[in-house]
């Protein structure tokens, strides 16, 4: 977090309770991600919040799976949301919590509310339970089992826990008010009967408690001081209230504070969502580099620094907003430009020809890795009679201000020489297949002697020590800036951009290139930033195009403010 609280309310808010000495002074955070699909850019907004507040005040924020849900549930999103937060930049160090690890407990309160007669066992169809549930401008009907005694309820409740009935056959609800205004109190399901095998609890319980009884006692049991959540759950704060204090959890306790969740336009943040665009496979798992996940957006070469650059800049506001996706690769664009390590890579190769080098001849030249970061130093690039540029650089017929190669032109390879075109070599069909070119020897590493001045730096390889490699170039995978916002009768899959993987074969990179690790961060000079695909193998590197160079975001500002 930032040291001063800028445009982050709840920051300011736990600096006067800290000041005011609630809690002692403590301040106790949780991040409590279901373990139901990968974590998203959205996740990183709570991610960044609790743990970055916690360590502004000294305090500590827990990693708490709320696993209460076992038919949806699955050790390898917890192994993933446990990987996430790591790659981001946080640690919950002894402070890992399950709402699992609470079962016992909340079994145990449940039976007090029963014997208290707040709670009472249900045997409607999920379908009655919903239809007399009621609405926003109709109130609840009350269940006809609402005054089964406690003896009887409690026998059900134990008979629930046992496994002797059916999923569906009973709930257990809290004892409140059907007709209350806040439909969270309309008796709200506590317990529902899942026969799944959970992953931590095995076959213990076939019982499981819902996500609003779980979460304020675990919120409690935790000594959580600071409850943040999302927007949508403040008319779930006074049923946490109601729970609280029906078990007599003593004041002052937790207290919640809500925040906008993050939107981004052309992005989906919904694991449900995401979950069938994974299943349904129109992307190539979690990780594809077209995913909002955090695992997707590390493959496609986006920065931990550069998602929470963006997260503190987007700040902590109760109102929602839609973000624009362009400032998320503003600072993407920011860290790498840092960060990444220059090197050469050719797109689309067009060989040429060094006429007057001699044959079999190289040498290799000196590059430096990073203008940014002197820190990095210099590699050696070769350079030899046969080279690849990119077809994009040169033109038979150029108009004024193309300032590349052309017949009969100088231009300059960076950290090499001048080079002029002689002669351009086509196929029977006119394809242009070959540039002849001669050097000036006295230019070695750029600079002409004589002061003389060319227009044109272009990127280059030699061709015998270019290494193979394939572009997987990415678009938006939704069309919309809204991807939910579709025609009647579509869902959001009926948006995804059918352009969005498009794959470049016959790329060649400098050989220094032969050694990069999956997930490295590099800028292909004059192409933009690229990282290492996981699916690279000895002989054919993939890349992944993070992002282009030019910033389209503050051209987006300028636009807006001229
Ligand atoms: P989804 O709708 O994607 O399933 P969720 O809220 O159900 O998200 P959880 O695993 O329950 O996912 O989320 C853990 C925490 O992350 C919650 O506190 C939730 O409020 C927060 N969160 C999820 N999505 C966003 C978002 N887009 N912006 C801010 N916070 C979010
Ligand atoms: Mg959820």
Redesign the pocket.
Same mark, same amino acid.
């Given at each position: 977090m930032n040291e001063d609280a800028g445009n982050n309310f709840i920051q300011k808010l736990i600096e006067a309770d800290v000041a005011s000495g609630k809690h002692k002074g403590d301040v106790v955070t949780r991040? #409590?991600?279901? #373990?139901?699909?990968f974590?998203?850019?959205?996740?990183a907004?709570?991610?960044v919040l609790n743990f970055g507040l916690a360590k502004t005040f000294g305090g500590a924020c827990s990693l708490r799976f709320?696993d209460t849900n076992p038919s949806k549930e699955d050790d390898i999103y917890v192994e993933a949301i446990k990987r996430d937060i790591n790659w981001l930049g946080y640690d919950w160090g002894e402070r890992l919590f399950h709402a699992s690890d609470y079962f016992e407990q909340l079994y145990d309160w449940a039976v007090k509310l029963i014997k208290d007669s707040k709670a009472y066992v249900d045997s409607q169809t999920p379908e009655q339970i919903r239809e007399n549930r009621g609405t926003l401008t109709r109130p609840g009907v009350e269940s006809p089992y609402r005054n089964r005694t406690v003896e009887e309820n409690l026998e059900l409740f134990a008979r629930m826990k046992a496994g002797e009935f059916a999923e569906g056959e009973h709930v257990l609800r809290a004892k409140i008010d059907m007709s209350s205004g806040n439909i969270n109190f309309r008796d709200p399901v506590m317990y529902r009967i899942l026969h799944s095998r959970h992953q931590r609890t095995g076959d213990k319980w076939h019982i499981y408690p819902m996500?609003d009884w779980a979460h304020g006692q675990s919120d409690a049991l935790e000594g959580v001081t600071h409850s943040?959540?999302?927007i949508?759950?403040s008319d779930h704060n006074p049923l946490y209230e109601w729970f609280l204090d029906a078990v007599g959890v003593p004041k002052p306790r937790t207290a919640q504070t809500e925040?906008?969740?993050?939107?981004i336009t052309h992005t989906l943040?919904? $694991?449900? $969502?995401?979950i069938r665009l994974v299943e349904e496979n129109h992307v190539s798992g979690w990780d594809d580099p077209r995913m909002p996940t955090l695992a997707g957006m590390r493959r496609r070469g986006y920065t931990p620094k550069a998602i929470r650059d963006f997260i503190e800049r987007v700040g902590v506001d109760r109102r929602d907003s839609m973000v624009e996706y362009q400032l998320l690769e503003h600072f993407v664009r920011q860290d790498l430009n840092q960060t990444a390590l220059r090197v050469m890579g050719v797109l689309d190769p067009l060989k040429v020809i060094i006429t007057n080098y001699p044959e079999g001849e190289e040498e290799w030249l000196e590059a430096v890795n990073n203008p940014e970061d002197p820190t990095t130093g210099t590699r050696k690039i070769p350079f030899s009679r046969e080279l690849y540029i990119d077809r994009a650089d040169f033109m038979e017929d150029p108009p004024r201000k193309f300032f590349r190669l052309a017949p009969g032109r100088e231009v300059r390879l960076m950290h090499g020489y001048y080079i002029t075109c002689n002669d351009v070599v086509k196929d029977a069909d006119g394809n242009v297949t070959e540039l002849h070119c001669s050097y000036d020897p006295a230019t070695k590493g750029g600079d002409s002697p004589d002061g003389r001045k060319v227009k044109g730096t272009l990127h280059w390889l030699s061709a015998k020590h270019a290494i193979d490699a394939q572009v997987r170039n990415y678009d938006h995978l939704f069309l919309s800036e809204d991807p939910n916002d579709v025609p009647e009768g579509q869902d959001f899959t009926d948006n995804i951009n059918p352009a969005s993987l498009t794959v470049m074969t016959g790329v060649k990179l400098e050989p220094s290139l032969a050694t990069a690790t999956p997930y490295s961060h590099y800028q292909l000079l004059r192409k933009g930033y690229f990282s290492i695909d996981p699916d690279s193998s000895a002989d054919m590197l993939v890349l992944n195009q993070t992002i282009g160079l030019k910033d389209t975001w503050a051209k987006l500002q300028a636009k807006q403010k001229s």
């Amino acid at each position: 977090m930032n040291e001063d609280a800028g445009n982050n309310f709840i920051q300011k808010l736990i600096e006067a309770d800290v000041a005011s000495g609630k809690h002692k002074g403590d301040v106790v955070t949780r991040f #409590p991600p279901e #373990p139901n699909g990968f974590l998203h850019i959205g996740h990183a907004k709570p991610i960044v919040l609790n743990f970055g507040l916690a360590k502004t005040f000294g305090g500590a924020c827990s990693l708490r799976f709320d696993d209460t849900n076992p038919s949806k549930e699955d050790d390898i999103y917890v192994e993933a949301i446990k990987r996430d937060i790591n790659w981001l930049g946080y640690d919950w160090g002894e402070r890992l919590f399950h709402a699992s690890d609470y079962f016992e407990q909340l079994y145990d309160w449940a039976v007090k509310l029963i014997k208290d007669s707040k709670a009472y066992v249900d045997s409607q169809t999920p379908e009655q339970i919903r239809e007399n549930r009621g609405t926003l401008t109709r109130p609840g009907v009350e269940s006809p089992y609402r005054n089964r005694t406690v003896e009887e309820n409690l026998e059900l409740f134990a008979r629930m826990k046992a496994g002797e009935f059916a999923e569906g056959e009973h709930v257990l609800r809290a004892k409140i008010d059907m007709s209350s205004g806040n439909i969270n109190f309309r008796d709200p399901v506590m317990y529902r009967i899942l026969h799944s095998r959970h992953q931590r609890t095995g076959d213990k319980w076939h019982i499981y408690p819902m996500y609003d009884w779980a979460h304020g006692q675990s919120d409690a049991l935790e000594g959580v001081t600071h409850s943040l959540c999302s927007i949508e759950f403040s008319d779930h704060n006074p049923l946490y209230e109601w729970f609280l204090d029906a078990v007599g959890v003593p004041k002052p306790r937790t207290a919640q504070t809500e925040f906008a969740r993050l939107k981004i336009t052309h992005t989906l943040l919904s $694991k449900r $969502k995401l979950i069938r665009l994974v299943e349904e496979n129109h992307v190539s798992g979690w990780d594809d580099p077209r995913m909002p996940t955090l695992a997707g957006m590390r493959r496609r070469g986006y920065t931990p620094k550069a998602i929470r650059d963006f997260i503190e800049r987007v700040g902590v506001d109760r109102r929602d907003s839609m973000v624009e996706y362009q400032l998320l690769e503003h600072f993407v664009r920011q860290d790498l430009n840092q960060t990444a390590l220059r090197v050469m890579g050719v797109l689309d190769p067009l060989k040429v020809i060094i006429t007057n080098y001699p044959e079999g001849e190289e040498e290799w030249l000196e590059a430096v890795n990073n203008p940014e970061d002197p820190t990095t130093g210099t590699r050696k690039i070769p350079f030899s009679r046969e080279l690849y540029i990119d077809r994009a650089d040169f033109m038979e017929d150029p108009p004024r201000k193309f300032f590349r190669l052309a017949p009969g032109r100088e231009v300059r390879l960076m950290h090499g020489y001048y080079i002029t075109c002689n002669d351009v070599v086509k196929d029977a069909d006119g394809n242009v297949t070959e540039l002849h070119c001669s050097y000036d020897p006295a230019t070695k590493g750029g600079d002409s002697p004589d002061g003389r001045k060319v227009k044109g730096t272009l990127h280059w390889l030699s061709a015998k020590h270019a290494i193979d490699a394939q572009v997987r170039n990415y678009d938006h995978l939704f069309l919309s800036e809204d991807p939910n916002d579709v025609p009647e009768g579509q869902d959001f899959t009926d948006n995804i951009n059918p352009a969005s993987l498009t794959v470049m074969t016959g790329v060649k990179l400098e050989p220094s290139l032969a050694t990069a690790t999956p997930y490295s961060h590099y800028q292909l000079l004059r192409k933009g930033y690229f990282s290492i695909d996981p699916d690279s193998s000895a002989d054919m590197l993939v890349l992944n195009q993070t992002i282009g160079l030019k910033d389209t975001w503050a051209k987006l500002q300028a636009k807006q403010k001229s």
